[in-house]
Every structure is written in structure tokens, then in C-alpha cells.
């Protein structure tokens, strides 16, 4: 079992940057390859990006390419998302995953204004 939590979240001005934390705890965090989801009320959840378990493989949604960068300490047991050139549309609940889907966090809020 893991338990994750999301941390980070807020309300910023669109152009702005935030930085969510995903602290885990439980069975080895290092052996998950993790991801991190979204989703927006009326809209279906989004894969925003992953890591392996390594950190040396990431893979963005092509909505964030360029903006968001995913990152893992392992020796913290906690994953990263940096978010810069925040668009309104990148509003939503943002979880933190393992990429079977199998353990998730509560979710923390982004609330980008125009």
C-alpha cells in the first residue's frame, strides 16, 4: 500500500507558475513509475504527465509540453510538478498517481484566473 498527498495547489494569475508536491508513504515509493492527473468539473481527467521510477523517462500531454515539468526525489519519497506560463484552462483537481492507477492522493486545487 502508498499513500499519497498533494500539496502546492492555489489560486495564481494566468502567466504565473505554481509547484505541487506529491509526498508518499508506505511501501517504496522509488519502485512506482507515478504520474499526474487532472480534472476540471465537466471535463474528463487529464494525464498531465509521468516519470519512471528511475526519473529518467517523462512524458507530458501535449497541452503542457513546454509549460509543466514532472520531477521525483526518491531519497524524499515526494514527486514534483513546476507548472509556468499557467493558462486559465489549466484549471482543475490535480491527483497524483502511480501509473497502474492502483494508489491515488486527495487532489489539490489550481485556480488560474484570466
Known amino acids: 500500500q502508498v499513500q499519497l498527498v498533494e500539496s502546492g495547489g492555489g489560486l495564481v494569475e494566468a502567466g504565473g507558475s505554481l509547484r505541487l508536491s506529491c509526498a508518499a508513504s508506505g511501501r517504496a515509493f522509488s519502485g512506482y513509475a507515478m504520474g499526474w492527473f487532472r480534472q476540471a468539473p465537466g471535463k474528463e481527467r487529464e494525464d498531465v504527465a509521468s516519470?519512471?521510477?528511475?526519473?529518467?523517462?517523462?512524458r507530458y500531454a501535449d497541452s503542457v509540453k513546454g509549460r509543466f515539468t514532472i520531477s521525483r526525489d526518491n531519497a524524499k519519497n515526494t514527486m514534483y510538478l513546476q507548472m509556468n506560463s499557467l493558462k486559465p484552462e489549466d484549471t482543475g483537481r490535480y491527483y497524483c498517481?502511480?501509473?497502474?492507477?492502483?494508489?491515488w492522493g486527495q487532489g489539490t486545487q489550481v485556480t488560474v484566473s484570466s
Open positions: 516519470i519512471s521510477w528511475s526519473g529518467d523517462a517523462t
Open positions: 498517481a502511480d501509473t497502474g492507477e492502483r494508489y
